[in-house]
T-cell receptor, first 114, second 111 residues
Framework: KAGVTQTPRYLIKTRGQQVTLSCSPISGHRSVSWYQQTPGQGLQFLFEYFSETQRNKGNFPGRFSGRQFSNSRSEMNVSTLELGDSALYLC?????????????FGPGTRLTVL | QKEVEQDPGPLSVPEGAIVSLNCTYSNSAFQYFMWYRQYSRKGPELLMYTYSSGNKEDGRFTAQVDKSSKYISLFIRDSQPSDSATYLCAVPTGANSKLTFGKGITLSVRP
């Protein structure tokens, strides 16, 4: 079974631009979560989607948004990029919403904001 | 106080050493504790999990939870260079699948 895939793997943008990242979950998984990883803050939860609905949201500004499609694929968008948005963005999928459902992570998208 | 805190690193040990990695958590209601391993340029992968208190062993790895002191530990016996990675503790917090992670500690095992 193919793992979680994320595209693109690397991205360079400038301040003020917007960016869209894509995540394809493991086949059959219906829950997709997004995390931001930085050296200073570590891994931080952004949001979670299940059945095309946002079920949970972390403490990030409204510039960060996401959506999930009927095939469970998900995208996240960051508008008006800031230097501090430079990070590894990780997507994780799981079968359902249970706290004990194992989350499988993709390799991430490395975003650099100049 | 942060929900999950992890000992800072990095940590460098010789091959064959016993490694102890530790985290503390703030909420006594937490019941499920996980350890993820992240290799360079990869996403984290679930290494082990424990439920409630006690020990869980898997090969060279042992996960331990001490609920009285809100302390979680991962022990690696006979460490190998292939164990060189970042180790993150994690706890489900809030609703659904949301995980809160420790900051991670980078382990280097020297041949």
């Amino acid at each position: 079974k193919a793992g979680v895939t994320q595209t693109p793997r690397y991205l360079i943008k400038t301040r003020g631009q917007q960016v869209t990242l894509s995540c394809s979950p493991i086949s059959g998984h219906r829950s997709v979560s997004w995390y931001q990883q930085t050296p200073g803050q570590g891994l931080q939860f952004l949001f979670e989607y299940f059945s095309e609905t946002q079920r949970n949201k972390g403490n990030f500004p409204g510039r960060f948004s996401g959506r999930q499609f009927s095939n469970s694929r998900s995208e996240m968008n960051v508008s008006t990029l800031e230097l501090g948005d430079s990070a590894l963005y990780l997507c994780a999928s799981s079968l359902g919403l249970g706290t004990t459902d194992t989350q499988y992570f993709g390799p991430g998208t490395r975003l650099t904001v100049l | 106080q942060k929900e999950v805190e992890q000992d800072p690193g990095p940590l460098s040990v010789p091959e064959g050493a016993i490694v102890s990695l530790n985290c503390t958590y703030s909420n006594s209601a937490f019941q499920y504790f996980m350890w993820y391993r992240q290799y360079s340029r990869k996403g984290p992968e679930l290494l082990m999990y424990t439920y409630s208190s006690g020990n869980k062993e898997d090969g060279r790895f042992t996960a331990q939870v001490d609920k009285s002191s809100k302390y979680i530990s991962l022990f690696i016996r006979d460490s190998q260079p292939s164990d060189s990675a970042t180790y993150l503790c994690a706890v489900p917090t809030g609703a659904n699948s949301k995980l809160t992670f420790g900051k991670g500690i980078t382990l280097s095992v020297r041949p």
